[in-house]
């Protein structure tokens, strides 16, 4: 769904579009990802666009964990190893 009507083809390739442009692109080097401070400078970047507070950190994130590997506050591969030591600790 995009606004209240069914995503369209060209909706999904215009999103994937803008995902690599933040995500890879252009955009990505505007927010530095994996340094820090770079959540909160996606929310101000995006913040210009997206203007509904839970949409934006939602989409931040999502672009985090798309540029990184990790989610926001995780450095990336923290998770699997978290989860590698409870299992060994089981």
């Known amino acids: 769904?995009?606004?209240g009507k069914e995503a369209s083809p060209k909706d999904a390739v215009d999103t994937e579009?803008?995902?690599r442009y933040w995500a890879?692109?252009?955009g990505a080097a505007k927010l530095q990802w994996?340094?820090?401070g770079d959540f909160e400078r996606c929310r101000v970047e995006l913040?210009?666009?997206v203007h509904d507070p839970k949409m934006l950190?939602?989409?931040c994130a999502n672009l985090h964990h798309r540029a990184t590997g990790g989610?926001?506050?995780h450095a990336p591969g923290?998770?699997?190893?978290?989860s590698a030591a409870k299992k060994a600790g089981k």
Do not use: I, N, S
């Open 17 to 19: 579009r803008l995902m």
């Open 34 to 36: 994996g340094v820090p």
């Open 57 to 59: 950190d939602g989409l």
């Open 78 to 82: 923290t998770e699997q190893e978290e």
């Open 71 to 73: 989610w926001p506050g």
């Open 47 to 49: 913040g210009k666009y």
């Open 24 to 26: 890879e692109g252009p």
């Open 1 to 3: 769904m995009v606004a």
